[in-house]
């Protein structure tokens, strides 16, 4: 069993996503043991809580770069013994020596068809208003694998959905994250736990083939 570490700074809302994928029993070949907040007002952390789960609180402001945060939180992941990383609107910049302690070990969900709307200043709202804004006919959810580069990193599953004449920004969000987020999450940490994605420059392949979500 692969030892799950979840993340998180906000509601929690991906997070509960996987905490219902693994009561449904589908977390075949992993467990989460730990959620990591970056803010210890963050609902998901009663969430882990009404889940049993271990909760850690790591605010940022504690450490005085993103180097030095970025090593106190590997050294707990690994003194926890975490096997797999999943950033679950984590939104704390890291640096690269998380990805060398986790190589292809850490996924990342963005509200958005990567490569549209992400990178620097595409969080939150701001990626749906970016999307209404530049008149797209579909927008999704990606998960990638995390490299040192932001929202750069290997896609493992996207899914779209159509933009609505009447979204707003709100609207929008919500229906990224009912029909696209909450699905994809659990189905990319399954794969990742199970091993059954290889990793060839860009492309993830999925071993035993597609994935449907
Ligand atoms: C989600 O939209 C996720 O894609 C982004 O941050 C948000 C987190 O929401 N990275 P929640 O805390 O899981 O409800």
Redesign the pocket.
Known sequence: MKNIAVL?S??????QALIDAQARGEFLCGEIGMVVSSNPEAY?LERAKQASIPGYILPRKNWPSSQAYTRALVSLLQEMGADVVVL??FMVILTEEIVQAYPNKILN???ALIPSFCGKGAY?LHVHEQALAYGVKVTG?TVHLVTAEPDGGPIVLQKAIDVLPWDTPESLQRRV?EEC?WKLLPKAVDLLCRDNLKVNGRTVEIIGGRVIV
């Open positions: 998180v906000g509601g929690g809302t991906n997070l998901a679950a609107g969900i963005h509200p939150g959810a994250m987020e």
